[in-house]
């Protein structure tokens, strides 16, 4: 039985559920049986079934809601007394499909005994229950999913056999918790009967799950369907990892605040919840400093490098991440990877003496560590998300620098972290070099999910981001097949490496410290030069130099969600709930998949669209915004 393409069994009746992630427990509970509601002549089976004659005769259709008086003179006639032709003069239904009951009242034959497909009442609604005063996020949250909600509404349902919901009660336990962090509880219960439905969460983004798997039971191509008043469906979902995260790279090519937009809505969509935003690098220090503007004295408008986010940007994007359940972790590296830092040397900054990687000098006087310090406080202040993350990776030490001196340096720029800002540092692989095995560190793991296991075994707390798995800086599949390279493969031969359980094989005590799995949106291929000059003159131009500018910035954002997405859903369906018996290249998934991808592509994301290959510049045959066929080459675009 497929996992994903999720069909139950209960009391011979198969219900078709098509969510994404995949729940971990879906179940159809039996409720009554078919001749309990025929026959018990209770108000409960008249409510329950939503169809009854008035005193006065007034008919009211099942299927539209519709109140036909057949005389029209408000007595009505009696609903047997209708001609055996008689339809219901709005949406059709036929009288010969109605059977009356006990207690008097109407129902539909085929309603008792068949399974129909479900489907949202034209005066469907949200019923928020025990909460008066809505918190404003939890207000953009209903707000969000009634817009997208809306659109599977008709004016009334068609007249092939269906049950039509009316509202949905949601229950929340604290709904003023909007706390972000490790611990959030995104857990939720979604149950749906033939007339009702209900969402109960602990928190606020519990229910905001709940809303997106409720969403995708309506907006999928495999309807929904339930064995009408003699059953229930209840799915019971909560995330196996809390770190679901996503890495976009700004400190090369720079991302516009509408791109990471778009990408925190993907994320939401696929229930991913950290975005780790990598804000410096070799092109720029990409955040507004006060303390040091001089971090942004080659980013201006009118320049080649242009692009970085004001402090009131920033604000805005964790807010906006914040309404969809997603923290925003940032990350500055240092000491390495420090070229774009180097305006700072008129502030007191000093570098190695090196040909490549601008590694800080952790010179005698302090300087270095000073300017490091003011700014670590200055953007932690900007970003309330506890873990902030130091880079740490791929430094050099040619003199006047030595490792001895970088390690105090990393050292004390940890220590600053934890002890003076109470925030807990994180750093790529080689952080785990300067300090003695902690829990209270963590390691951004990127070279094999083993090596996430083995660092986990060692005492260290691990966000696994292997390279070969879940690094997306080339199209899909470039890294794994020589059939995919240079323009990347669709479907199966694109995603399947993505399916891995993060940590690999860990377990006990060790599995409780890999916190989860993060896929990484790199953008070197993206930079003109390669590496913004930072390696010299001997660097080859990058694949698809010719979308640094920011001329093409439509281009890139197409480019950035065509190489992210579909495959990046199947990541964020293993951090959720990886199962090592699914079969990603099976045509179930294939087509479980492309349907949520086609949901999200609906809803506005920017996704390489289902069966296409997307490279850097072009989803099939199509270039992106303002490119031309003079500015492509057999691997990528030069200017």
Not at 599 to 625: A, H, P, W
């Amino acid at each position: 039985m497929n996992t994903f393409l999720l069909l139950l069994l209960a009391n011979g009746v198969f219900a078709s559920i098509n969510i994404w992630p995949q729940p971990r427990q879906v179940t159809e509970v039996n409720i009554l049986t078919v001749s309990d509601a025929l026959n018990s002549g209770s108000s409960f089976s008249k409510d329950l079934l939503q169809s009854d004659v008035a005193a006065d005769d007034v008919f009211k259709c099942t299927v539209c809601d519709h109140v036909y008086d057949a005389d029209a003179d408000g007595n009505g006639v009696a609903f047997e007394d209708l001609p055996d032709d008689w339809k219901c003069p709005v949406c059709g239904n036929p009288k010969s499909a109605y059977k009356k009951q006990t207690d008097g009242s109407w129902i539909e034959m085929h309603d008792v005994d068949e399974a129909h497909t479900v489907k949202l009442h034209k005066n469907f609604r949200f019923n928020l229950l025990s909460v008066l005063t809505p918190p404003p996020r939890l207000s953009n949250i209903l707000s969000r999913y009634s817009s997208f909600l809306e659109k599977t509404i008709s004016s009334f349902p068609s007249p092939s056999p269906s049950i039509s919901i009316s509202a949905l009660d949601i229950s929340i336990g604290d709904p003023t918790n909007l706390k972000l962090d490790s611990t959030t509880d995104y857990s939720y219960t979604l149950t749906l009967t033939s007339t009702t439905s209900s969402i109960s969460s602990e928190t606020i983004y519990g229910v905001q799950y709940a809303l997106e798997s409720f969403t995708q039971l309506f907006q999928s191509s495999s309807p929904l369907t339930l064995k009408t008043f003699t059953s229930s469906l209840v799915i019971s979902d909560s995330p196996a990892f809390s770190w679901r995260g996503l890495m976009l790279d700004a400190g090369r090519r720079f991302s516009p605040v509408s791109l990471v937009e778009n990408l925190l809505d993907s994320m939401a969509a696929s229930k991913m919840n950290v975005l780790h935003f990598h804000l410096s690098d070799y092109c720029r220090w990409a955040v507004e400093s006060l303390l040091y503007p001089r971090l942004q004295d080659n980013l201006q408008a009118s320049l080649p490098d242009a692009g970085f986010y004001t402090q009131e940007e920033i604000g805005g994007l964790v807010a906006y991440a914040g309404d969809r359940g997603i923290r925003v972790v940032p990350e500055f590296e240092f000491p390495g990877h420090s070229f774009a830092m180097e305006t700072l040397q008129k502030d007191g900054l000093q570098f190695c003496n090196s040909s490549k990687t601008y590694t800080i000098y952790n010179d005698p006087d302090g300087k270095s560590l000073q300017i490091l310090k003011d700014l670590i406080k200055e953007m932690a202040g900007l970003f309330p998300d506890e873990v902030f993350h130091l880079g740490m990776d791929e430094v050099e030490n040619p003199v006047p620098c030595s490792a001895e001196g970088t390690i105090a340096l990393e050292s004390e720029l940890v220590r600053y972290l934890k002890d003076d800002l109470n925030k807990t540092p994180m750093g790529w692989d080689p952080i785990s070099n300067t300090l003695n095995a902690t829990a209270d560190v963590v390691v951004n793991s990127y070279q094999s999910s083993a090596g996430s296991q083995t660092f986990a075994e060692a005492g260290w707390t691990v966000v696994d981001s292997s390279n070969y798995n879940w690094y997306f800086t080339h199209p899909a599949g470039w890294d794994w097949r020589d059939e995919c390279h240079p323009g990347g493969c669709a479907g199966p031969l694109g995603w399947d490496a993505c399916w891995l359980r993060p940590g690999a094989d860990a377990a006990g005590d060790a599995a409780a410290r890999v916190l989860g799995g993060e896929v990484s949106v790199w953008t070197d291929d993206y930079a003109y030069p390669q590496e913004c000059g930072a390696w010299g003159e001997t660097g080859s131009l990058a694949n698809a130099s010719c979308l640094y500018y920011r001329d093409f910035d439509d281009a890139y954002a197409s480019s950035i969600g065509g190489i992210t997405w579909p495959r990046g859903f199947v990541a964020a369906g293993a951090f959720w709930n990886f199962d090592e018996a699914v079969n990603v290249s099976s045509v179930e998934y294939t087509e479980m998949i492309y349907d949520f991808n086609d949901q999200v592509q609906e809803r506005g994301g920017r996704v390489c669209s289902s069966g296409k290959v997307c490279d850097y510049l072009s989803e099939g045959e199509t270039l992106y915004e303002g490119l031309t066929d003079e500015m492509v080459g057999h691997m990528g675009c030069y200017l």
